[in-house]
């Protein structure tokens, strides 16, 4: 992150707490400091004007405990269906393990709106690692238990250097599948009668990760909108409606209505920022996006098919 200001009764800029989360290694604790960060900085205790923090060492990895078993992705052993406790365990463990790493992600010059939103998204993945990790435990389990993968890290030092990328990449490519697959990781807790885990997925996380995806497509619209001297339209940008409406306790459905009713961005525009996004997800992530997609869920965050559905896999026709 670049150029915050500090806040007042800490002497501690944005900047300087985003790497103290960083380099804090125990979960729990980088839980803990970024929703201390959040509520400050979004009660408005930070002060302007934003300053430069190009001096201050950004580490190229956040520190991690090392009970964590890490394996290439392709080695990643099957998690199951969740038909019995182990499975229901193994999948709730890896959504723990992606949950501490949007801490790190969450927490990068941009308008001070940027800033809030993302300190919103990580103070929300901060709050799913604590919850996630409790029921993990109640479970008779814990986070280390398993194996886990580093890709989503992987993406993120891959896009260190360019904001839109990053912004694509891992909130427009990872965050979008994450709504992909939750549906069905919840339908596998309810068959298998942990409603209790079901309904903290389908209640708390599902939704807040709907959020998560309408900022990186708000923001990597703001970007495009800028270049092309059309900033103005960051008004019009997803993701703020998005908020507001969970925010104010309403349902996707809401969402959904929000943004049909939002008034449409020129279409030359509409066509450059959708062609940066392919050409910016072709460049920066490996391989092709995999169906089938939340298409309900990918609409309520403003990102539609004409989106993603030029970089999925191609079905090949088998010959008759």
């Not at 990068?108 to 993945?125: G, L, N």
């Not at 990781?185 to 998560?212: C, M, N, S, W």
């Amino acid at each position: 992150m670049e150029g915050e200001g500090g806040d007042e009764r800490t002497g501690q800029t944005l900047v300087e707490a985003a790497l103290e989360i960083l380099n804090t290694a125990d979960p729990v604790e980088k839980a803990r400091l970024g929703e201390a960060a959040a509520t400050r900085w979004l009660q408005g205790t930070v002060s302007l004007p934003y300053r430069d923090h190009g001096d201050l060492p950004v580490p190229d990895r956040p520190a991690r405990l090392s009970n964590v078993k890490l394996v290439a992705p392709h080695l990643m052993p099957k998690l199951g269906k969740g038909g019995s406790l182990q499975s229901r365990q193994a999948i709730l463990h890896s959504l723990v393990h992606t949950e501490s790493w949007a801490i790190d992600l969450s927490w990068e010059s941009m308008p001070r709106e940027f800033f809030s939103d993302f300190v919103r998204v990580a103070r929300d993945e901060g709050r799913h690692f604590t919850l996630l990790a409790a029921r993990l435990q109640e479970m008779g389990s814990f986070y280390g238990a398993f194996s886990a993968h580093d890709g989503l890290w992987d993406s993120a030092i891959e896009t260190s250097q360019n904001l839109l990328a990053r912004l694509a990449v891992e909130h427009c490519v990872h965050e979008a599948r994450g709504l992909d697959v939750l549906p069905t990781i919840i339908t596998r807790f309810q068959k298998g009668e942990d409603k209790h885990t079901a309904d903290l997925l389908e209640t708390v996380v599902y939704p807040e990760e709907i959020t998560h995806c309408a900022a990186g497509i708000k923001w990597f619209r703001y970007l495009i909108l800028r270049s092309l001297g059309g900033h103005q339209s960051a008004t019009l940008l997803p993701g703020c409606a998005a908020k507001q409406q969970l925010e104010d306790g309403q349902s996707i459905k809401c969402l959904e209505r929000s943004f049909r009713s939002l008034e449409i961005i020129g279409s030359v525009e509409c066509d450059a920022v959708i062609q940066t996004f392919h050409s910016t997800v072709r460049k920066y992530f490996r391989g092709p996006l995999k169906p089938p997609f939340n298409e309900r869920a990918r609409t309520a965050a403003g990102f539609g098919p004409e989106w993603y559905e030029p970089l999925a896999v191609k079905e090949v026709k088998m010959p008759k």
